[in-house]
């Protein structure tokens, strides 16, 4: 269901040594490392922790087609949710990334993605 969660942290290298501490018995490790973000996973990454205070949380659900992920932005706008980024392709994340992003009634990033 879910494909990854970001959260907003204050104070990254306190918060990537944290998570680094506690994740790790659980099978998880930093996966992705920049000045940022830091992404922690088995393979990939599934929670990141971001560089910033900012409110709410980001959270993308996985979906299993393009036409999910529009659907998806579609039906979010009509129920009430704020665009905040269009379904396309996300290449620079990576080649096949595909997703939307709406802001739901109480201020949290959501999205949708397709990796097909």
Same mark, same amino acid.
């Given at each position: ?30 996966? &992705? ?10 393979? !990939? ?16 659900? !996985? ?9 998806? &932005? ?9 665009? $905040? ?10 080649? !096949? ?10 201020? $949290? $990033? ?7």
């Amino acid at each position: 269901m879910y494909d990854h969660i970001e959260l907003k942290v204050k104070d990254l290298g306190k918060a990537a040594g944290f998570y680094g501490a506690v994740l790790k018995p659980l099978g998880a490790k930093l996966c &992705y490392d920049d000045a940022a973000m830091k992404g922690f996973g088995a393979k !990939t990454p599934a929670l990141y922790l971001a560089k910033g205070a900012g409110k709410g949380i980001h959270l993308a659900f !996985t979906a299993p087609s393009r036409a999910a992920v529009d659907k998806f &932005y579609e039906v979010g706008l009509e129920a009430g949710g704020k665009d $905040n980024g269009k379904p396309g392709i996300r290449a620079d994340y990576a080649p !096949t990334y595909y997703a939307a992003f709406l802001i739901d009634p109480d201020g $949290n $990033n959501v999205e949708a993605v397709c990796l097909k």
